[in-house]
């Protein structure tokens, strides 16, 4: 038995930070030199992410050994579980799952004055989930992409960017410190850009890029502010100490701790996708989707959930989770409301990957509504689980597109009937569709239903409600989508495939084009399609890297909730991450109430009417038979205007373009135009020609600026700094010298006057 | 008997002849209109300081500065001089309008800072001229070059090359 | 000896450097300025050397002639290379970065 000293805690726990180096190394590999692989690079990306699995598995087995270990010693009894060991609720067991230590090995990186900064690996239960999943899901998705980018101009940069995605989510989940976290985090957004803006030629998909980068950029202005928050309050960077003294903060700074939490929960709404800055995550959709699916799955969005996991102490104290007589709290009520209206929004969708990003949008929801009641295992298992399922849906998604309906995604038009042709996807859409749903004993079920269960058991009545009727509007947002892609007639591209696959070829250019639709780019390898071969038993279905990978996803849709399943009595997944939020800490998360059916019934009752209606409704609605219910939101102006109002997404964009990017930037983009034109030219300028165009705009701004304080004020100091600059921009080398030694003497005059 | 005090009385006289004429010659740099002169006044500024080394008795960098500035940078800057083809003898043009305006009050500010904060943080503190033989010896600064600050030597090297390879492909005529 | 003599004469030649820098327009002038400023730097790095009665300073004073002579070799290559284009050195003229 392994782990009977503690000094030695196992080769792979000690050298984790393997597993991020070794896909950042081969980043620079396929860049030097994947053009000259006869694969273009995608083996490096590959064996790089088979890599770093392998060492992920292995640091996931030493760490479930050095869980178990003390238990071996102890007497408290931890039943033997099907699945591993059960845990049986009584407090010495829960204290000894407590005191399972962090592995922390790390290199000096630098030290700025009382501030020591480190990097290395922090390996915890929690980190070790997502080492797992986030290692397994890139394989899986790179051996995908193979053929789904095949022939693409930019393959090797594909995979470079892709493979430099996984190295900065490693990297961010093995952080010791916030600096490592941040850097993880930049680089997930950098690689992010790159790759929602793979098609880039199409201003749509580089206008989704920018959208996605500067929307989350919006938020990790709040990552840097929290940071330096948690820093002044604690004097430290590294996360084991933070959630330490978080847990047991005791101090009268308690505002402090507040604001650190707020600004850090901001950072997590730009990433994860929370309202209101879910914006961007469909605009992502523009990429290829084995991006999306990896983005949305265990990477990149889930980091904000990961966050608020990581520093869990910092969130339940700061925002008082869990504390008696309150019932609302921030993470609660932005995950409940982000819940909703992504449902909601999902329903109205005729794209095939813009159901699964809302739908991505309204899981985020739920792990930050478990995350604000206290359900912190059920969240983190959520995270689990729903990677599954939801790369699973993605991949689906991307092999309809590629084989059965031509490159598009748009399920009323291209899609239908396609359950004969493509066994597999179909197979696998429908076992990961029911995990989504909470099917009973599938994975989702599990997880989902500990956050439901959690809500009502912490007395967050609203949030239960909200959660359960979340559920069900799953449910039939994902029957609407299976009906129209799989059942029903083949409509498009879909007719094609299923009809004749022959002359399917020639006329897809122009089927392609005719289409026009918008934000998702479609692959523009058809050029040399000579595709895989599939497997033996679904001749008409994608090609084997494409579902070899789904099989597997599909599998562990349903098997992946048996870790922890409560209404089998299986906790291991709980007493494997259970030490992460901070060991002996006085913090009091509750602990997850027992399953009971009768608990779960009301919500699965819920689900099941979803499912129903939704598919009678389908049936109706885009069925072949004719009936009162199809085109009913054009005649009945009020549905139209309910439908009219989801398809605008709630106005959201338009608020933040029309109504906040107007307000701000304009006023700042015109008090700039008025700098440059009246200070630079008018001033130059004043007495000469210049003048009378001056006047006019002097007059016109004035009166503007009467009008609007602050744009006034922005003026005047835009003026004083305008005049300021203005001999910078001489272009004559001798002034920018006299600016910077004149301005170091007065620099040091002035440090000399305030300490003399 | 030669004492310490009269060591020093001759350094200081040392001191402030060579100051003066260091003075005097940069002054000359930057006012001279003729480019040559302001070269050869350089010419006496660098072994004004070479000497100034030697008073502060650390002859291997002395040596440097007369082997590098004097012998090398100096011959460069003359062949500068020639291949700009600037005019030998009087050139009005060297100097920006109104440069002296804005350079004499920039100088003098720094200077007055500079010269404020010098004088009230070392007010009278002497340098160290005892008979000590490690220091100023050349085998104690190779040492240190070659142990401590081998990873600035080594960076430097790479400094050096980059700059020469630079300079051909600058200068060189196709 | 004072320290302050030599710190002193060093802030004298480093003003001198920047009235240099800021009043020439021929660009060989202005290197030269530069040379004035490093050198100044120097004579406080060996003066302070003196104080601490380490040889560190001296270290620094020799990496600074080397780094010297390479910005002095790079500068009026430069230089020459400016003067081919345009047949003038003068500073005032290169004002294509003027906003």
Redesign the interface.
Known sequence: MFAESTEAAGWFLENAWLIPLIPAVAFFLILGFGKRMPRGGSEIGIASMLASLVIAAGTAYQWVQRVDAPVAEGEHALARGSFGFARTFSEEAAEAGHEVAPVISTLDWFDIGRLHVSIGSHIDGLAVTLLLLVAFISTLVQIYSTEYVRGDRRYTHFFASITLFSAGMLTMVLAPNMLQFILGWEIMGLCSFLLIGHWWEETANSKAALKAFFTVRVGDMGLLVGTAALFALFGTMEIGEINEQAANFAGDNKGMLLFAAIALFIACIGKSGQFPLHTWLPDAMAGPTPVSSLLHSSTMVVAGVFLVARLYPVFHVGLDINVAGQSFNLIAVIGGITVLIAAGLAFVQDDIKKVLAYSTVSQLGYMMLGLGVGAWTGAVFHIFTHAFFKCALFLCAGSIAHTGSHHSFDMKKDMGGLRKKMPVTFVVWIVSTMALMGVPFFSGFFSKDEIIDSAKHNHYTVFYFVAIIGAAMTAAYMTRATYLTFFGKARGGAAHFVHGHDDAHDTHDAHADAHGHDAHGHDDHHAPAHHSAPLPFAKTDSSWQITVPLIILGVLAIFSGYLNAPALGIHWFEHMTESSIGAGSAMSVPPPPEFSWAAAAPGLLLVLAGFVVSLLISKAVFGEKKTALQGLTQRNSLLGAGHKFLVNKYYLDALYENVIVKAVAYPIARAAYWTNQHVLDGIVNAVGIGGKRTGELVYKYVDQGLVDGAVNGSGATARGAGGALQPVQSG?V??YG?LL??A???G??VL?LVN? | MLLASDI?VA??IG?YLI?AV??LG??N??RSSN?VH??LS?VA??GG?AA??L????E??AV??VL??IG??MV??L???M????KLGKDI????KG??A???P??????G????????G????????SGDEA??STA??SD??FSL?AL??WA?SF??L???I???V??RKD | ?????????G???????????????????V???I??IL?SV??NL??F???N?T??G??F???I??????????G??????I?RNRKT????DLSEMKG
Do not use: C, H, W
Not at chain 2, 55 to 58: E, P, Q
Not at chain 2, 106 to 111: E, I, K, S
């Open positions: 004559k001798n002034l006299a030694f004149g170091a003497a007065v040091a005059l000399v003399s | 020093e350094q200081n001191f100051a260091m003075v940069a002054i740099v930057v480019v302001a070269a350089l500024v660098m300081a100034q080394y008073l502060l008795s650390a291997f960098v440097t500065q590098v500035y090398a940078v460069l800057f062949f500068g001089v291949l700009t083809r600037a043009d060297l100097n920006n440069g002296a804005i350079g004499a920039v100088a003098l500010l720094l200077f800072v500079m010269a404020y904060v010098l004088i009230k070392f007010e009278d503190d002497r340098i160290v001229t220091i100023g104690t600064l240190k070059i600050y600035p030597f430097l400094v050096l980059a700059a020469v630079g300079a051909i600058l200068a | 000896m004072l320290v302050n003599n030599f710190l002193i004469l802030a004298v030649l480093f003003s001198i450097g920047v009235y240099g820098v800021i009043a020439r327009k021929n660009a060989v002038l290197l030269m300025s040379e004035l050198n120097n004579i060996l003066a050397d003196r104080i009665g040889q560190d001296a270290v004073a020799l990496y002639i080397a780094i010297a002579a390479a910005e002095v070799g790079v009026l290559a430069m230089v020459l290379l003067f050195i003068a500073l005032d």
